[in-house]
């Protein structure tokens, strides 16, 4: 991934630099407890910065070589879901506990699989 401050010092204009390097969305607050009413997020990287019991969040669609990043910066485990059809590890969702983040990799137009971390 790039940085966006190389990005723009290049000549690139700060829009044509976030849909090469990525946006932010800093302080999402997860919802539901189940995919249907689970807060969608779209962002590159997403910090959740509450999670009650139960909660999570719902990730776009997948896209072959997509990437995105969430960290759980909340009280509880994360539950993440993917979109309606879609899979994450080839299951109906992933877990994030408080504190961690995960990478997600974009395997094919209904796949993703995580890459669990710190």
């Known amino acids: 991934m790039a940085f966006p401050s190389r990005v723009q010092g290049s000549g690139t204009s700060g829009g044509q630099t976030q849909a090469i390097v990525g946006d932010v969305s800093a302080s999402v607050t997860a919802t539901g407890s189940v995919a ?10 997403t910090r959740v910065a509450t999670a009650a019991a139960g909660t999570g969040v719902k990730i776009p669609t997948a896209e072959v070589g997509a990437m995105m990043l969430v960290r759980n910066d909340g009280a509880s ?7 309606t059809g879609g899979t994450i590890n080839g299951t109906s969702s992933d877990s994030i506990a408080a ?8 395997t094919s137009a209904t796949a993703w699989v995580s890459l669990d971390g710190a």
């Open 36 to 45: 249907g009413d689970a807060a969608a997020v779209s962002a590159v990287v």
């Open 77 to 83: 485990t994360l539950t993440v879901y993917p979109q």
């Open 99 to 106: 504190g961690k983040a995960n990478l997600f990799f974009g």
